[in-house]
């Protein structure tokens, strides 16, 4: 038996493949970019006849048959698994997903999907061994979600965790939500370059902020900062209800970006109450692959 783990990104999509007997094979690619033949790049249909080429591409030579399918997916779903929005890939609205992944795959084959925070989350919990935690994915958005028990919060197909969206600035900047104030409005990377860019009074790259933050630049530090304790207070909001054992912070700008994991610890920690102690703040163990190893666990957690 086999068990595919699909995490579908914007921009870019990751496969695993694992076997009864240990193997592995693993594969990436990103979806086209508008313009670029053949087909309607960022149509759905196209999208997906894209996916199955990939699917398809890795299972070659590995005859044992698929038993499960985790999919992790940042796009918001309806119960019915119908695409209501994805801001990633717009065209992607109205999608009848389930139904289009059973089409792909075929009735034989269970298939799965969730929320890519959330089953980042799990994942993390299953590989630091911990059943209450709480991660937070710091990249061109802020993901994250909530493991109790070692059972994802609110559950798998019951909406998702969108610690992204608490607003921690009823002023804030204007989130894609329409909201003001998000977290992630506020400290994801291209929120955070924004703000350095006005600091700046022009355009900061990644590489610029980093290398800054790196040589303890002022302005730097400042604008790392302010992002740093917009997470600190998403992570108190929810710790206070919820009381994590831990929490771990991934994601590609988090994981790339010096000391912001450790600023985010010192920010919380500022942030206790007399009496009752904030969950140490750590970096995620899985890196980028988080919602990919999670998609996995869903797959071997389906019916086979």
Sequence with gaps: M???GIDVGGTKVALRLEHDDLSIAE???????PGTPPGDPGDAG??????????????????????????????????????LAWPGRPAWAGLDLRGALATLFGDDVEVGCADDGDLAA???????????????????GIGGGIVVNGTPLPGVGRGSCEVGHMVVDRDGPLC???????????????????????RRGGEVTFAGL???????ERWAVATLGESCAA????????????????????????AAMPDLVTMVAERTAALERPGHPLPPVRPARLGGLSSLHGAVLLARGLPG
């Design 231 to 254: 997470l600190a207070a998403a992570v108190t909001g929810v710790s206070e209800l919820l009381q994590p054992a831990l929490v771990l912070i991934g994601g590609g700008f988090a």
């Design 210 to 216: 980093r290398e800054a933050v790196e040589r303890r």
């Design 122 to 140: 799990l994942a993390e919990a299953h590989e630091a061994g911990c059943p209450d935690l709480l991660y937070l994915g710091v990249g061109t």
């Design 46 to 83: 196209h999208d997906l006849d894209v996916l199955a080429h990939h699917v398809k591409e890795l299972a070659t030579g590995h005859p044992e048959r698929l038993t499960g399918v985790g999919v992790a997916m940042p796009a918001t779903l309806d119960a019915t698994g119908t695409v």
């Design 176 to 198: 894609d939500c329409g909201r003001r104030g998000c977290v992630q409005a506020v400290a994801s990377g291209p929120a955070t370059l924004r703000r350095a860019g006005r």
């Design 2 to 4: 086999s068990y595919l």
């Design 27 to 33: 594969s990436t690619f990103r979806w086209p970019e």
